[in-house]
């Protein structure tokens, strides 16, 4: 195994990009679990399960960032010096800002489902086209300044699907 140090992408022993296949993700993170469980060590004393604990530990934290798109991206940002910041950097483009408040608008005013999944229909292919960019600014110009805004705009719009969601939900009780 590589070092508990190593970056998330070195210990899943991948290339340090945004695109990156679920199905092989999954079996990498299978396998590495498999090589640090605790009970394989239990013949060589706390001390090595300790060890063994740490690992897996760490692989489960590595996992959780590197399966997620937008923990993907935001990390990789972060490696290449670009941290998203998003607690207290809120800078976002005139244009989308409007995006935001229209959407808003719409989830106020919506009194139906058919209302409701609209908006989650638009908000999920918005989503889609700023993963787009993202993999564009990441994977193919290493931008990775312009990435972070792609980031903090990903974040708005999931939570924004998340509130869609949370309506859609109250109106099937």
């Not at 996992?63 to 809120?90: F, I, S």
Request: a negative charge.
């Amino acid at each position: 195994m590589k070092s508990l140090q190593s970056d998330d992408f070195e210990l899943f022993g991948l290339e340090q990009r945004f695109a990156q296949d679920r199905s092989q993700l999954d079996a990498r993170w299978k396998e590495l679990q498999r090589q640090a469980h605790p009970d394989k060590f239990a013949d060589q004393g706390a001390a090595a399960q300790r060890v063994a604990m740490q690992w897996s530990v760490r692989i489960n934290e590595a996992y959780q960032r590197l399966k997620d798109p937008l923990k993907r991206a935001a990390y990789l940002c972060e490696l290449h010096g670009a941290p998203v910041n998003a607690e207290n950097n809120t800078a976002m483009p005139a244009a989308f800002l409007m995006q935001q408040m229209e959407w808003r608008e719409e989830l106020d005013e919506a009194h139906s489902a058919e209302d409701l999944e609209r908006i989650s229909l638009q908000v999920k292919r918005a989503g889609r086209e700023v993963l787009q960019k993202i993999e564009r600014l990441i994977d193919d110009q290493q931008a990775w300044t312009e990435a972070v805004g792609q980031v903090r705009a990903l974040m708005f719009v999931e939570r924004f699907a998340a509130d869609v969601d949370k309506r859609l939900d109250q109106l099937e009780i």
